[in-house]
Every structure is written in C-alpha cells, then in structure tokens.
C-alpha cells in the first residue's frame, strides 16, 4: 500500500495542531453516544451524487468503502472492505481481497458483487441516476468478481491516480440486490455495512445512529452511537458551551475560537488547527452571456484584492492563504512568484482595476449587473460573498447577492440555471485529478459547472494521469493551471483554514486537512 499524496500537507497541518490535541496513548472505552452539530443538512442520502460535508459528516458512518483515506495514519489509503490489494507490474489491474463476513445492516451478506455493482453506478448511472464523478472511473474496461471475496479492476491505461479515484469518501457501497430493485433507492433509504446503524432522521432536526454489532472490524465502534443535530452555524458555540455538542467536524472561525479558547470551560476544551484543502472558487456559466466573453471574466478577477482581501478575511472567517488551483505548499502548485505574472494575482491592484474598468468599456458592459448564486451557510459563503460584492463595485459592477439553501444551491449548478456561483472546492487530499476534474470541459466532467468546452484543458489532465515522470507531470500540471489562470472559466479566490474545537473527553478523532476525512467515527470514544 502506497502513501496518499496528501501526506507532505498532513504534516504542514499538523504541525500546527495545538499541543491541547495531543495526549498519551490510552485504552479505548466502550459506550456512549457522541453528540456533534452538522451546519447544513443532505438534499437526500445518496453517497454517489453527493459533493457536500451535509451528506458525509451524518451518514457515512453508515456505509464501508473498498478503500479509504485513513485520517489516523496521516492521510494514507488504506482498506476498509479491502483487507489487501495487488497492482500489477503493468499498472493495468488491481486485485482486492475483500474481509471475510461482512453483512449490510439487514444481515444480507455484502460480497464483491456489492462493490462491482456500486462502482459500475458511479461510472454508468442509470437513467435518472446523479453520478458526478463518472470521470474518476473513465479507465475502467472491467470490473470482475470471481468469487465473493475478490474483486479485479481492468483499466485502459496506466492511470496514477487510480487508487485515490476508488479512495474518494462518496464512493459508498451499497446494496446490489436494493439497486436491482430500485437504482435510486439510496436517496431516501440508508443499508448500509458500517460501523453505525441507522435508527431515525427528523428533517430539520437530527439524525440517530446506533452501534452495529455485527460490524466486520472485532470489537468496533466503540461508541453505543451518534446523534447529529442539524444546526444553524451561529448555534454551534453556544452549543459546546452549552454541552449539547461534544464538536462540530467542519470548522470554526478565529472569533469563535478565540470565544471557546477564553471561556470558562476552555480547560475542557481541545484546540486543532492547520491548512485546509478547500478552496473558494468563482463559477461563471460560460453558456450564459456576457460571461461567454473572456474579457469580462478577466475584468471581474483583475478587480479582487486577494492579496490584501484574503489577509483582512483570515481574521474575521476561516479563509487565509492565496493561491492558485492547487493548493499553496503543495509541490504541484504554482509559487507565488508566478502567479503574481497573471491578471488578477497583480500586486498593484489599483493598476488591476484600471485594466478591469478598460476590459468592461471594450466588451461593452460597463454598466454590468450579475448575480451571484450562493449558500445561506454563513461560513464562509457570506463574508466571502460580500467582499466579492464589494470588490466588484468598485469597477462599477451591479452585484444580486442570491442566497439559497442547500438542495436548490447544488440543484442550479447541476442544472445549469445560474450565472456566477461561489463554490467551495473540497478534495480529500492534495491529489491533482480529483482537484483539477473539477475544471475540465462539461462534457469530460458532469461537475465542471463552467459548461466551458476548452479540450486543451482535457488533454493536459488526461496526460498527466499517463506520465510516471513526476518532472513530465509536474510541468503537465502546471500547464493546466496557466490555462486557466488565462481564461478564467473559473477564479481562484482563496484557500481556507480548518479550525476544530471539541470536548476533550472526545478521544479518536484525528485532524487532517480535509473535512472530507475521518468522518467514519469507528475508533472515537468517550473518555468519562
């Protein structure tokens, strides 16, 4: 088993963690029911059409994967069903040799032909069926079961990817025989083989998990289960403080820190911190006019201060770092002294705006009103969403702040029916395919909402997949990210930075860089 290549930013993250988080090894102690707020709530329950923490955080506990990135281990893949796999010396077949008794939550047994058919429904969705991450299994030729504990992945070409494509955190697996009776039975109905069995979802509400005590993995979880309330961002605090939540697993802001870190029970308090690989993005539906004009995107990014906004952000939201698509630190990323070349990462930002007012004049929208679709999650789509607005306007921009909750926010971008978005990229780690798929053509990736058709940016992400020579790939990378620090389908606004307070009675729970990590709950438990 190889090292996920998150691993150089799991140790600039932990580096950062607060000594609070750190304690000596103990001895797990069963029981208890762990009590965590959830800031927004899932549009339905299915893993494979699902791009948002509102889904992972609640229910993946729910659900095994082939394999997984371990937040214990520093963000290594590891397996969860799979307990080994083999690549062949061509790189062209992985076989996975599966745990033996392992049963859905109904007591049906799960096999390979349960894993067979979950990956052929992310690659092939039938009709009717969300898979927005079909491009992550494109190399697929086949997927073989020759017998219930062994699953093979045929692919077409080497791919150096591949591993954390199957490692992605919505690769749920579920039920063959559910599917066959009903391919959308995972949107409204929960069968899964975790380590947590559901028990009840009050919309608006919470949702109930109890211990599955025939879980493969001898004696996990420890937890008896977990209840998620699903909570308004402003209720998080007074609920630690309050001691309704033992956590919350996304992120806090600086004030909320600081207000948890001062108060009277901060000694019970834990404090973990560090980089985050989220970033922040602009979305401009390039099938809608004027957006289509490259000279209208360039004007709108040229008026952003990112280098003075971002600072002024980190203090008051949980944004710090300025950068381009990948993110800053990671060893594929563009360094800053490059990206200050391009239109909109100048130092000069009055000298910025005069090039944006010049652009707007030439391509006749000097009067230009937009819209900006966005969330009602307050962090950091609000503060984020301001400043934009404000940074437009002094170009003269006319800005409609849309904000929308979370079932119709990811139903426009789906669908196509917005102008400018602001999305939340979120990766489980620094891995460029499942970063950059993001931003390939529409037509190469169902998630690429720009609907731009720019296939240079297809060929440049296909080939790095191909290449084994780090330097080759590297230079492919970075090729991709000049495009589109060109063109501007998309703008990079800022990254952001994971700030976790919990109980410190709450022992198990690793930080990493991702809140797309460590959300399976197995080895948490409760220290009292």
């Known amino acids: 088993m190889r090292m996920s290549k998150t691993a150089a930013g799991i140790a600039a993250a932990m580096a950062a963690v607060s000594l609070g988080g750190i304690a000596e090894a103990q001895t797990p102690k069963k029981g208890g029911t762990l009590q965590f707020a959830v800031t927004a709530e899932p549009p339905n329950y299915d893993c494979h059409a699902s791009q948002t923490f509102a889904l992972l955080h609640p229910v993946s506990p729910f659900y095994s994967f082939l394999v997984r990135y371990d937040a214990s281990q520093g963000g290594k893949i590891t397996g969860d069903l799979a307990k080994s796999w083999e690549i062949a010396p061509d790189g062209l ?38 898979s927005i991450r079909q491009s992550l299994m494109a190399d697929v030729t086949a997927i073989e079961t020759p017998d219930p504990a ?31 009776e009903d391919p959308k039975f995972p949107q409204h109905n ?15 509400s919470h949702l109930v998990a109890k211990r599955f005590d025939q879980y493969f993995k001898p004696g996990l979880p420890y937890l008896d289960g977990y209840k998620a309330f699903f909570v308004k961002s402003n209720a998080v605090v007074p609920g ?109 930002i009055e000298k910025s705006r005069a090039e944006a007012r010049r652009l707007l004049k ?76 993001a931003y390939i053509s529409h037509a190469a990736s169902p998630n690429s909402y720009a609907r731009h058709n720019d296939t240079r940016l297809d060929k440049l992400w296909e080939q790095q997949q191909r290449t084994a020579d780090p330097a080759k790939r590297k230079e492919l990378v970075r090729e991709f990210e000049r495009i589109m620090l060109t063109e501007n389908y998309y703008l990079n606004i800022n990254w952001w930075q994971r700030i976790i307070v919990h109980h410190k009675k709450i022992k198990g729970w690793n930080f990493s860089p991702s809140h797309f990590q460590g959300n399976d709950l197995v080895g948490v438990w409760i220290d009292e």
């Open 93 to 130: 077949t992985y076989t996975f040799k599966m745990h033996d008794n392992i049963k859905f939550h109904d007591g049906s047994p799960l096999t390979s032909e349960d894993v067979k058919v979950s990956f052929e429904r992310v690659q092939s969705p039938p009709p009717g069926v969300v």
């Open 150 to 180: 062994t699953i093979i992945f045929r692919i077409k070409q080497v791919n150096a990817s591949f591993l954390d494509n199957l490692a992605a955190p919505f690769h749920c697996i579920f039920s063959a025989a559910k599917l066959k």
């Open 190 to 204: 929960i069968l899964g083989s975790g380590a947590f069995q559901f028990v009840e979802y009050v919309k608006g």
């Open 240 to 348: 630690i403080l309050g001691g309704q939540f033992d956590g919350e697993w996304r992120g806090r802001t600086p004030s909320e820190r600081d207000q948890l870190m001062r108060s009277p029970m901060k000694d019970n308090l834990v404090l973990q911190e560090g980089p985050w690989a989220t970033n922040n993005i602009i979305i401009f539906n390039t099938q809608q006019k004027p957006f289509d004009d490259p000279r209208v995107r360039r004007a709108l990014s040229l008026t952003i201060d990112r280098w003075g906004g971002n600072d002024a952000l980190s203090k008051i939201t949980i944004v710090k770092a300025t950068g381009g698509f990948l993110r800053p630190g990671y060893e594929l990323a563009l360094p800053d002294e490059e990206l200050e070349k391009f239109p909109g990462y100048w130092r000069d």
């Open 362 to 437: 030439e391509a006749g929208q000097e009067n230009l009103k937009i819209k900006l679709h966005n969330r009602t999650l307050n962090e950091p789509y609000t503060p984020v969403g301001i400043f934009l607005i404000d940074q437009w306007r002094r170009i003269g921009v006319t800005v409609d702040h849309s904000q929308v909750e979370t079932t119709p926010y990811f139903g426009n971008l789906v669908d196509g029916k917005f102008d400018v978005g602001l999305y939340p990229l979120t990766v489980p780690a620094d891995e460029v395919t499942a970063q950059h798929q």
